[in-house]
């Protein structure tokens, strides 16, 4: 079997990190294809490469001058080689960037020589193979990935190549520039170089032991989840949670390839299973809790809307010739209430309302703001009894009043609004119910 291996910022940000990396991957011989991000911050006060980067575009393409954050870069870099005992020398490398940058600088191109430069420094100092990622890694004319021109090339170059290291964030557009993915892009390269080698794992070595349970900023040490599905991933990150970057799931997803969220600090511990199935339970009834804030709720009330077939197509269109998607349809017998987000409403909301006005004739609409939404996932909640009775029962004590509820068919997860003001104290009591009173 063989291992993908992505390294985080953090997991690379100094010699030191740089050595605990070199350890992971040298006990397994499995993992054979490197993917680094680029250097992060050391500590809390500290610049990551790829902003430096930015700020070096930034001063060149207004014709200014880049002399110290580019300096920066280069000292970042020479402090891990020197750190690691390395005989690289980077200086021909540095001078093409800055050659680029005083005489035609390219945002992406400028932002991506952070993972060029770390995969060299991988390359060397692992002894593994260096493969560009412009040369595997495509986009078309659009900047849309492409996945059937990568595949093509990718996988036969990987098939020749026993270990390698790639770099992540980027690859190359037809007319042959650089083009990156968003910003924490790297995950997404350790995704398709993970489906290319049809690996039987992908790793992903960050600085956390794995996906918590809940915001560490609102519950105070969440649990970390053993074990999530794809699909519970996509509800939890939809509604907040933050991992990975969210388009780093579907190459390995497709595959059928599993996601392993491990610490680079802490290797010993297994991290959480990111898998398509599994049989295994979870600790808890419930796998996560996350929630976003600010949605705002239209409520649509029409004697016998129940007996207009066309009634919630002809509200939906209201907000559609907008470009609002509709979060959420909770509904009664004479109402119908749609939640959309609040920012994206506010900006159209005079001509939705008289939409609505003029194509159902409604007897009131009330709109109300400042609502959360909270998102309860779990695959152990299916025909499970009493889960929301547990959830309801969480709030009540808490003495927060639930202004809506929708829980799916599938019953992954329930989902539950409340007032802004209400939105921490509710996670912390949802989660309290379910992991400490467990
Ligand atoms: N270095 C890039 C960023 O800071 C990509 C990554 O780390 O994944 O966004």
């Known amino acids: 079997m063989r291992k993908v291996v992505k390294f985080g910022g953090t997991s690379l940000a100094s010699a030191e990190q740089f050595r605990k990396a070199g350890d992971i991957i040298r006990k397994d011989d499995s993992r054979v294809y490197v993917v680094p991000s680029a250097p992060g911050k050391r500590h809390s006060g500290d610049i990551k490469v790829t902003d430096l980067l930015y700020e070096c575009y930034e001063l060149a393409v207004r014709g200014q001058n880049f002399y110290e954050p580019f300096l920066a870069v280069k000292d970042r870099y020479n402090e891990i080689i020197q750190g690691l005992g390395l005989s690289l020398s980077l200086a021909e490398a540095f001078d093409e960037i800055e050659n680029k940058l005083l005489h035609e600088p390219e945002k992406d191109y400028t932002a991506s020589r952070g993972e060029y430069l770390n995969g060299l420094v991988m390359s060397a100092y692992l002894g593994y193979e ?56 790297s995950d997404i390269t350790g995704s398709i170089v993970a489906r290319a080698c049809r690996a039987g794992v992908y790793e992903n070595w960050t600085d956390v032991s794995g996906l918590l349970m809940a915001d560490p900023h609102i519950v105070s040490n969440p649990a970390v989840m053993s074990n999530i599905t794809y699909k519970e991933l996509r509800e939890l990150s939809y509604m907040g949670a933050s991992v990975m970057h969210e388009d780093a799931i579907f190459p390995v997803k497709k595959a059928g390839i599993p996601i392993n969220i491990r610490n680079t600090n802490a290797p010993e511990d297994p991290g959480t299973w990111i898998v398509e199935n599994t049989a295994r339970r979870s600790k808890y009834t419930i796998t996560g809790i996350a929630g976003r804030r600010n949605f705002c709720s239209i409520v649509i009330a029409k004697d016998l809307m129940h007996s207009q077939p066309d ?24 109402t119908m209430t749609v939640i959309v987000h609040e920012a994206k409403f506010i900006e159209h909301e005079q001509d939705v309302l008289a939409r609505i006005a003029k194509f159902v004739e409604p007897e009131s609409v009330e709109v109300e703001s400042g609502i959360s939404l909270i998102a309860v996932v779990g695959r152990g909640m299916k025909s499970q009894t009493g889960t929301a009775a547990k959830i309801f029962r969480a709030l009540a004590e808490a003495r927060i009043n639930v202004r809506m509820i929708d829980q799916g068919a599938s019953e992954l997860n329930i989902i539950v609004g409340v007032l802004n003001e209400d939105f921490e104290r509710a996670i912390r009591s949802i989660y309290h119910i379910f992991v400490d009173k467990e």
Not at 142 to 170: I, M, W
Not at 311 to 334: M, T, W
């Open 130 to 185: 260096f493969i560009d990622a412009a040369e595997v890694i495509f986009f078309d004319e659009h900047g849309n990935f492409d996945q059937a021109k990568t595949d093509s090339v990718l996988a036969p170059r990987l098939q020749e190549t026993a270990c390698a290291v790639v770099p992540g964030f980027y690859g190359s557009a037809p007319d042959g520039r650089i083009r990156t993915f968003s910003r924490g892009g």
């Open 311 to 334: 009634f919630y197509r002809k509200v939906a269109q209201c907000f559609e010739d907008n470009g609002i998607p509709l979060e959420h349809l909770p509904s009664g017998i004479d």
